[in-house]
């Protein structure tokens, strides 16, 4: 049990970025490479409100969600709106190179030591189904479950979000019925990284404020959302704590060192048996 | 043969020049550098750049050219240069040891492609990219063999069929093999199999109604593609005598795809200038430190949003502008060409009997039957959502019907997918024309022939006799077919820069091309303007009297009486009338449901109707005018 709840906590965080990658995915059909590190830029900006200025942990998920915020609209502004419905993957590119340039900041400005920070709950223990976990990995255990389904509700009751799926569709509809397409993937694009931005500071504490962080989650979070279906945030969910979940338990039971074979294993076998993922929408037409 | 000679200016003939020339030029110069007095720093240099660029070759050829974004070449490089390691450790030569790692590649980068036949662009890139982080696992598991995290230490010098090759026969070697492998990329891409490629990249659709296995292509593409980076691996391993797995991490995947963008993914010789690039920029800095991350990925946006053809890419857009001015001059002459005689074509009788397709609760096509006999043209009308286009994919073989029939000459096709439909003679074209960018009229005409008529891999490498036989043949067979549409003039011009109406009849030229037992049209008059429509009325005519059987799918009324032997309109799925236009057009149940107002007006048959709809009531070519 007590394999299973630390694989949990870890597939929180996945679920967390995967809800991230959802957000621009289906508000403007973008994978943005680059959203993990908006959590890494999170953790750090934590470490330095919490650990260095000593302020309480609400400050840091305000300044985290600012940050995330503007540097969602820059990234926008200069790696994908330019790109926009040229059909081509161009963002691979752009995105890609934001996720570095993000990477490099933050190392020009915290250097490459890991920084260890102190969890909501002061680090405490709770006991719960025979399986010990810190209240911080249950907050985030508990975050996951009430943001997919928080974002799940709001893409499919606001307006806001109803126009986003419709902008995803097609494009061109959406902006023939009203639809600022451009407004809509500036704002998700914010939006997502104000969200990851500002959980910084509660993944933190389970990750330490490191500058590769990134570029482990992103793969992971992937395999999550391709686990769960494109788009759907209850399979970001389900999808992210089954690849927490499976790396833990190959972890503890075969060794590490087959954790991510076990994770591509799945990968592959959710795709070729189900390419749309557990939960995604499969499109019948083709011509 | 029709003589191109559209665009003659300077620039267009500078574009036209071969390029392997200079490039062989450059690589036999690249190899004489040692005895050029260059010092063993610089040959080092060289070495690596040219290491780099065969990974990068390999990624162009999978991602520039086939579109697929298999991102897991640094795990075939890291493959490549394990498997070339352990056995020149045990005492193998490179005779054998090369092929071995190119052969060990190509299995990585199938098993690393194979998610993307299911599933296309991110999903492929990101499955793929995770391969790059089991290089380390990987490692490990078998470290006896690899050393594990630590490496693998004590690679001995290389040697070729028994002699030990000193530094300069290592430098030849590895030069020799990237100028070999740009040779065969070459000749792979210039050929009818490089257009193959670049139907893939444009659409699957459009390959799988050409005849195209889409998997087989795509795997194809990804073993060709990892071929260069497992010979660069076994390079890389033997060029320093030592191999750790954290050399072949995702930093490097990164570079790589930025040489890719910045030399110009879809071309030939650009990834020697990306790698030259990197390697003599952002890769001399150890592991990209400090500023040089933030650096690169500037680079890569920079490079991403404004040079998506890379350096190579702006060098021939520049050229092919400055030929634009005489090719728009010469475009614009559009003389009345006299169409050739049409060949006869061996249309078959096509049969729906029964047919019924659900999309989850709702019936598209319900308990439909029609034949389409052999030099008649068969017309399909009916409102939007009346489920036309739905049976022309049941016909080609995109959708799977619910229940029903279809026969070609009196043969059921139950079950086959859409290549295999292809293969049995049923050509179509599409209401939005798919026309694969960067390739002349001629060449995607000439792909309608890929399957009809196969050139081996080996004899296109080679350009053997075979090769140089078909390509003569694809040419002739794809003149002829634009002539028979009036448009050979326009054999190597650019395709997909020509207006609608006439990428609409390249796309009829590519559908005769394939010698079709069946040809589909779907709205081939939508977009076209009076003058068109009549040339295309003229285009279907003909067909029809060279004994083809033509399905026609189309809203404008007026073409449709014009052309058409039977017409059969649906509504909501199912077949409310049939019969010649004559009846049609007087039939109580269709002036309710389709033509509205429109029977008022309705246009004499034969060939003037045309002439009254098209001036007349234009915006009736689409039904939900007429109703209101």
Redesign the interface.
């Known amino acids: 049990m007590l394999t299973i709840w630390s694989g949990l906590a870890v597939g929180a965080i996945y679920v967390l970025v995967a809800i991230g990658f959802n957000i621009m995915f289906v508000a403007s059909d973008t994978f943005n490479f680059a959203q993990p590190q908006y959590l890494m830029l999170g953790t750090f900006v934590s470490y330095t409100i919490v650990v260095s200025l000593g302020m309480p942990l609400v400050v840091a998920l305000v300044v985290g969600g600012v940050m995330g915020f503007a540097v969602g609209v820059l990234e926008d502004w200069t790696a994908i709106r330019p790109l926009s419905g040229t059909g081509v993957h161009g963002e691979l590119v752009t995105t890609v190179g934001w996720s570095v340039i993000m990477q490099g900041c933050v190392l020009l400005l915290w250097g490459s030591a890991p920084h260890r920070i102190p969890g909501a709950g002061s680090d405490s223990v709770v006991t719960l189904l025979g399986g010990r976990l810190s209240v911080n990995d249950l907050v985030l255990i508990a975050l996951a479950v009430g943001l997919s389904f928080g974002t799940h509700y709001w893409f499919t009751h606001s307006k806001l979000g109803i126009a986003g799926l419709a902008a995803s569709e097609d494009r061109q509809a959406a902006m023939i019925r009203g639809i600022n397409v451009n407004r809509l993937s500036t704002g998700a694009c914010a939006v997502a990284g104000a969200l990851l931005g500002s959980l910084g500071a509660v993944v933190g504490p389970k990750t330490f404020a490191v500058f590769t962080l990134g570029s482990i989650l992103v793969l992971k979070a992937f395999v999550a959302l391709a686990v769960g279906g494109f788009g759907s945030f209850k399979g970001a969910l389900i999808g992210g704590f089954v690849v927490g979940v499976v790396e833990a338990l190959v972890g503890r039971y075969l060794g590490t060192e087959f954790a991510n074979l076990a994770v591509f294993g799945v990968l592959i076998g959710v795709l070729l048996l189900r390419p749309q993922g557990l939960f995604g929408q499969r499109r019948e037409r083709v011509v | 043969m029709i003589a191109s000679g559209t665009s003659r200016s300077w620039a267009g003939v500078v574009r036209r020049l071969p390029r392997w020339p200079v490039a062989l030029a450059a690589g036999v110069l690249a190899l004489a550098a040692p005895w050029l007095g260059f010092g063993s720093d610089v040959l080092r240099q060289v070495v690596l750049v040219a290491i780099l660029a065969l990974v990068i070759s390999g990624l162009n050829l999978s991602w520039g050219y086939a579109g697929e974004?298999a991102l897991g070449q640094v795990a075939m490089y890291a493959v490549g240069a394990y498997v070339g390691a352990v056995l020149t450790m045990h005492d193998i030569d490179l005779a054998l040891a090369l092929p071995a790692s190119a052969a060990a590649a190509v299995v990585v980068g199938v098993i690393s492609g194979?998610?993307g036949i299911?599933?296309g662009?991110?999903?492929l890139?990101?499955?793929s990219?995770?391969?790059v982080?089991?290089v380390p696992?990987?490692a490990?598991?078998f470290e006896p063999e690899t050393g594990g995290l630590n490496g693998l230490s004590g690679i001995p010098q290389a040697k070729l069929f028994g002699t030990e090759l000193g530094e300069t026969g290592f430098y030849l070697l590895v030069i020799g093999c990237l100028v070999v492998w740009l040779a065969v990329m070459r000749n792979i891409v210039t050929s009818r199999q490089g257009g193959l490629l670049r139907v893939l990249r444009q659409s699957g659709?459009l390959a799988a109604s050409l005849g195209i296995g889409v998997s087989s292509a795509k795997l194809k593409a990804y073993a060709l593609g990892a071929i260069p980076a497992g010979v660069a691996g076994c390079l890389f391993a033997l060029l320093d005598g030592f191999i750790a797995p954290d050399y072949f991490g995702?930093t490097l995947m990164?570079a790589i795809?930025?040489g890719s963008?910045l030399g110009g993914s879809e071309s030939v010789y650009g990834c020697v200038v990306g790698a030259a690039l990197l390697q003599l920029g952002p890769m001399q800095v150890t592991a990209f430190e400090?500023?040089?991350?933030?650096?690169?990925?500037?680079?890569?946006?920079?490079?991403?949003?404004f040079f998506?053809g890379g350096i190579t890419g702006l060098i021939s857009r520049g050229l092919r502008l400055l030929s634009r001015r005489r090719a728009v001059a010469a475009a614009g002459d559009r003389r009345p060409a006299v169409p050739s005689e049409m060949d006869p074509i061996p249309g078959e009788l096509l049969e729906v009997r029964a047919l019924v397709k659900d999309?989850g609760g709702s019936r598209a096509v319900d308990d439909l039957s029609l034949i389409a006999p052999a030099g008649q043209v068969t017309g399909l009308i009916g409102a939007n959502g009346s489920g036309k286009?739905t049976l022309?994919?049941i016909i080609s073989g995109?959708?799977t019907p619910t229940s029903g029939i279809v026969a070609i000459g009196g043969s059921e096709l139950a079950g086959s997918g859409p290549h295999q439909r292809a293969r049995r003679g049923v050509a179509r074209t599409?209401?939005t024309p798919l026309i694969p960018a960067s390739s002349t009229v001629a060449e995607v005409v000439a792909s309608a022939r890929l399957r009809r008529h196969h050139c081996g891999l080996i004899a296109t490498i080679l350009r053997l006799p075979a090769y140089r036989r078909i390509r003569r043949a694809d040419r002739a067979a794809s003149v002829r077919a634009l002539g028979v549409l009036g448009i050979a003039h326009l054999a190597d011009e650019p395709a997909s820069s020509l207006a609608l109406g006439t990428r609409r009849l390249v796309e009829v030229a590519r559908a005769l091309a394939a010698e079709p037992a069946v040809l589909l049209l779907?709205e081939p008059a939508s977009g076209l303007d009076e003058q068109e429509v009549a040339d295309l009325a003229g285009v279907i005519r003909r067909l029809r009297d060279a004994g083809a059987t033509v399905l026609l799918v189309e809203h404008n009324f007026a073409l449709m009486c014009a052309v058409s032997d039977r017409i059969h309109v649906l509504e909501s799925g199912r077949l409310i009338a049939k019969g010649t236009p004559e009846e049609v057009q007087h039939d109580p149940a269709v002036i309710e449901s389709y033509l509205g107002q429109l029977a008022d007006v309705a246009p004499e048959t034969g060939p003037d109707a045309l002439e009254v709809a098209v001036s007349g009531n234009r915006a009736d070519s689409s039904p939900g005018a007429g109703n209101d």
């Not at chain 2, 400090?290 to 946006?301: E, N, R, S």
């Open positions: 974004l194979a998610p299911r599933l662009g991110w999903g890139a990101m499955s990219f995770f391969l982080l089991l696992d990987a490990e598991i659709v995702l990164i795809i930025a963008v400090k500023y040089a991350l933030v650096a690169f990925g500037a680079f890569l946006v920079v490079g991403g949003v998506s999309f286009t022309l994919n995109f959708y599409f209401q779907d």
